[in-house]
């Protein structure tokens, strides 16, 4: 089982709010115009959700950051 100080383990509760704020701005539509001149407006821009480019690396932390309540306090 890993240690940490106390203080470690605020930043590390700072960190997984700051995820959470992420999150929530990255898990909507974001409009991204496309390329090339296109002359239906509505085939001018795609919705893209900006969250899947991240997914694989916000899990990691994500993941780490929960560990991280199991492990004991360093004295």
Do not use: H, P
């Amino acid at each position: 089982m890993s240690k940490i100080s106390k203080e470690g383990y605020e930043q590390i509760k700072v960190i997984r709010n700051a995820l959470d704020s992420m999150y929530d701005k990255l898990n909507r539509s974001f409009y991204v115009k496309n390329e090339g001149k296109i002359k239906d407006i509505e085939k001018q821009y795609q919705s893209v959700k900006m969250f899947e480019s991240v997914k694989d690396e916000f899990e990691t932390i994500a993941g780490i950051v929960e560990e991280s309540s199991t492990w004991t306090e360093a004295k």
